[in-house]
């Protein structure tokens, strides 16, 4: 089998989990939203974060880690949807209930991406992903003679 065979695949894969889990979560998530219920939205939470192992199943059967254009995809997605969040609040367009589910996804989500880079590249090595810092290079040492 190629190459592209095993990318198309896991592409494929990827796209059916994030359709059927992802699509189920996202709608009980609306309907707690829209029903005041927080259990319902917290089952929502629940498929979401299902969706989420099975990717990184998915990533590690196939021996890759996420694409740039899906970790693209997750970010902006996540921004948007803290920016709608922290303005319905500020609005006064949320519910009391509506504001624990909105602060229960967020913590969930924050709390899976951190551990997500911890058990994938460990303490040290998450910490580099983000560190934006000029590496340094040593002086040479100076030899005697």
């Known amino acids: 089998m190629k ?3 095993n990318t198309l695949e896991r592409s494929l894969l990827v796209f059916a ?4 889990i992802g699509s189920i979560g996202l709608l009980l998530i609306i309907e707690g939203f829209h029903s005041d219920s927080y259990l319902t939205a917290v089952a929502g939470v629940g498929c979401i974060i299902a969706a989420f192992v099975a990717h990184i199943v998915v990533n590690a059967v196939a021996g890759t880690g996420f ?3 899906e970790t693209i995809l997750g970010l902006t997605s996540f921004g948007f949807l803290v920016l709608l969040f922290v303005f319905s609040v500020l609005l006064g367009q949320v519910s009391t209930v509506g504001f624990y589910i909105g602060l229960t996804l967020f913590v969930t989500l924050i709390c899976g991406f951190v551990i997500y880079l911890v058990t994938r590249h460990g303490l040290r090595g998450s910490f580099s992903k983000f560190h934006m810092g000029q590496t340094r290079e040593e002086p040479p040492i100076a030899v005697e003679r």
Not at 17 to 20: I, L
């Open 17 to 20: 989990v994030w359709a059927t």
């Open 67 to 69: 694409s740039t254009g």
């Open 3 to 5: 190459q592209t065979d």
